[in-house]
């Protein structure tokens, strides 16, 4: 077994040094304010009540902020037994004895790409035991070779006795931020001193962590093999920013909706489609631009590690090498407990479960009327046709109307906001005239009906930017055989929208009006003299008579009931 680095071992003791550095500065600073005013009533026989008040409360909270607490634990996902899972704890089983490292005590199954161990509980380290933590997505990731070289990067960390460290530089992070909290209430100048500590502890603890990472590196490679560690190390710093854009704009909108969608197997295809490729291939790249990294980084930079695995034993990787999600039994079972966390707690159990080829019917249909609805007040009916030479107007316009009132936003922002106003209004006109919405995790959202297939957000962008001409969007509406379907029209029902729900949006999540509204009233149409006589419904297609003088009324089809748009 590799011993322990030296300069690890050396850096771990000036982290211990400043760790009782900054108790004995935070008790050195409250009893000096306490000195004050015994030293005033002591030296001069009288004291200055405020300034007495002033140093008492001000040693009062400093004293109060630094007491041990008790490391109260909550679980961070639903954790695994090792009857249910034996494959994934034979795998771990295996690790622990390779690396002369005891089992941990329980393990966790998480929400996001991760794996890690600690120890938690108990009171100043008296009573801790160890854990570990594994993710979801992570399993999702990675092949069973390359996740047990990540779990010997993991025991690693025991070996070094960085869990013991980590657990008091952790409470004394959490002593130094509950200090800078409680003093920042009164507004104290006290807290200057403990900004600079607390500053200089994070550079000292988080370069001893980096080093401790390098360490645990060079042991997995030891024992299990450098290529299939640094394969999964890869593949994590891609997948774990793909994994935050999947999260926010792709399953939040759902749960926030009031369903539950399948989270691994989203996230599978999520990083298989269009826009999961791109944000994988961007996180990749930006991970292997070998930057220096900074100075308040708890890892290394990938591109650091991969050099420090060259020259050690490659180890070897099974032709036959499936997903580590293999290992777990019923994986979808686990899904909602893994969930539940960024759930209020009686919703984690309520929720329905919904398959990713319902969200765009049952979750994004709705939320595109409903955003309409606010749209509609400031917009005349229009049809699809017309788009061409009012997407720029109708997208500088609503992103203003539509901004909360309190929010200054920048003109860039308030033009993403009006592009997908207008886009949700394509989408929902064409929802309603009878087209299926396609809403698979990684690819745009695609709008399909008999002519063909349109991408709503990325038409009305293309227009907004002049990339699609007002004459090449009229003749894809003829192609599409979407003239005349109505946007930002009346519809005569009230759309159900059960929860607050953020938009899923191209390149940020917008959150819509919180409560649900009848939509608003008809906006009377100008007709003109020459007016065609019939034009077929934009929703059944039958043919619907057209008066030449309608007065400001609008007829409606005869066998859907719809409202029709009367050209102009």
Known sequence: MKPRSPSVGLRAVLALGLMIGFYALALGLAGALLWVPYAEVTYTDRIHPKLALACILGAGVILWSILPRRDRFEAPGPQLEPRRHPKLFEMIRGVASATKQEMPAEVYLVGDINAWVAHRGGLMGRGARGIMGLGLPLLQTLTVSELRAVLAHEFGHYHGGDTKLGRFVYQTRTAIGRTLANLGRHGSILQLPFLWYGRLFLRVSHAVSRRQELAADQLAAHVVGARPLAEGLKKIHAAGPAFGYYWSNEVAPVLHAGFVPPLAAGFQQFVAGEIGQKAVA?????????????????????????????????????????????????????????????????????????????????????????????????????????????????????????????????????????????????????????WI????????????????????????????????????????????GIEGVEMFGAAPVEVPVPRQVVARAPAAAVEAPREPARMPAPVPAVVSSTAPRTRRCWRCKEPVELPAESGGERPRCAKCGTLQWVPA
């Open 437 to 480: 919405t396609e809403a698979q995790p990684g690819e745009p959202v695609m709008l399909k009906g008999p002519a063909g297939t349109i991408d709503p957000f990325g038409a009305v962008q293309a227009l907004v930017k002049g990339e699609m001409s007002a004459e090449a969007w009229v003749a894809e509406c003829g192609r599409l």
């Open 282 to 434: 961007a996180a990749r790249e930006h991970s292997l631009k070998g930057d220096a990294g900074d100075v308040f980084d708890t890892h290394p930079p990938l591109r650091e590690r991969l050099q420090a695995l060259e020259g050690c034993r490659p180890g070897d990787t099974p032709a036959a090498d499936p997903l580590a999600i293999t290992l777990l039994a019923d994986p979808q079972a686990l899904e909602r407990a893994v969930i539940a966390p960024a759930l209020p707690p009686a919703q984690g159990q309520q929720l329905p479960p919904i398959q990713w080829s319902e969200v765009g019917e049952r979750v994004y249909q709705p939320m595109w009327q409903k955003e309409t609805q606010g749209a509609a007040a400031h917009c005349s009916p229009m049809p699809v046709e017309a788009l061409g030479r009012q997407a720029s107007a109708l997208s500088e316009k609503l992103g203003a109307k539509l901004r909360p009132e309190w929010e200054a936003a920048p003109s860039e922002t308030r033009q993403l906001r009006g592009n997908w106003v207008v886009g949700a209004a394509l989408a929902a006109a064409l929802s309603q005239a009878g």
